[in-house]
């Protein structure tokens, strides 16, 4: 699904790189830039991580600014880990 041509070029018409590795049975191979891939799954373990935190994960705070300190701290903590 998120190899599929239509995606590919949906994402292209709109100036966005698809940062999607190619499935390894596909029939026409594309490149694919894996530094960036990789920076991206340093992003997505971020975010898994920082769900652990009920109170990130269900968004209490209403306000960004208190939304955003909650980040911070819960940055620190696992920055302290």
């Known amino acids: 699904m998120y190899d599929a041509n239509?995606?590919?070029?949906?994402?292209?018409?709109r100036k966005i790189q698809a940062v999607i590795p190619p499935k390894t049975?596909?029939?026409?191979?594309?490149?694919?830039?894996w530094y960036l891939y990789k920076e991206r799954h340093?992003?997505?373990?971020?975010?898994?991580?920082?769900k652990y935190y009920r109170r990130i994960a269900t968004?209490?705070?209403?306000?960004?600014?208190?939304?955003?300190s909650m980040l911070a701290?819960?940055?620190?903590?696992l920055w302290l880990r």
């Open 6 to 13: 239509l995606l590919l070029a949906w994402l292209e018409a």
């Open 25 to 33: 049975n596909r029939v026409e191979q594309r490149s694919s830039d």
């Open 42 to 50: 340093v992003v997505e373990c971020l975010f898994s991580k920082l």
């Open 59 to 68: 968004r209490f705070e209403k306000k960004a600014s208190h939304f955003k």
């Open 73 to 77: 701290f819960a940055a620190v903590l």
